[in-house]
Nanobody, 122 residues
């Protein structure tokens, strides 16, 4: 049984920063790809980014490039989403994901966190 536990969401003003964390229990994340999705009210779940397990390469959705950074700490079985220069349109529930494939498709990720709300006020 794999459990992903997120933390770090909250309310922030536009231009501010937040860091989300995702801790995995029940599985060592060393050989898994780790990522993040988000879902805004009334919208479909959207890919944010991921980091590969093998070459530490990151990939981001265009709207967050240069503002968001994904990192991983294998020793802590944890990965992070550092969000800077936040905009109101970044408001969403953010989900961490763990899986074996590299994909921007939500269906390709096997394990999901419970979600954490990020609200950016204008």
């Amino acid at each position: 049984q794999v459990q992903l536990v997120e933390s770090g969401g909250g309310l922030v003003q536009a231009g501010g920063s937040l860091r989300l964390s995702c801790a995995a229990a029940g599985r060592t994340v060393t050989t898994y790809n780790l990522g993040w999705f988000r879902q805004a009210p009334g919208k479909e779940r959207e890919f944010v980014g991921y980091v590969r397990w093998d070459i530490e390469r990151t990939y981001y959705e265009d709207s967050v490039k240069g503002r968001f950074t994904i990192s991983r700490d294998n020793a802590k079985n944890t990965w992070y989403l550092e969000m800077n220069e936040l905009k109101p349109e970044d408001t969403a529930v953010y989900y961490c994901v763990l899986g074996e494939v590299f994909t921007t498709n939500a269906d390709g990720w096997r394990y999901w966190g419970q979600g954490t709300q990020v609200t950016v006020s204008s």
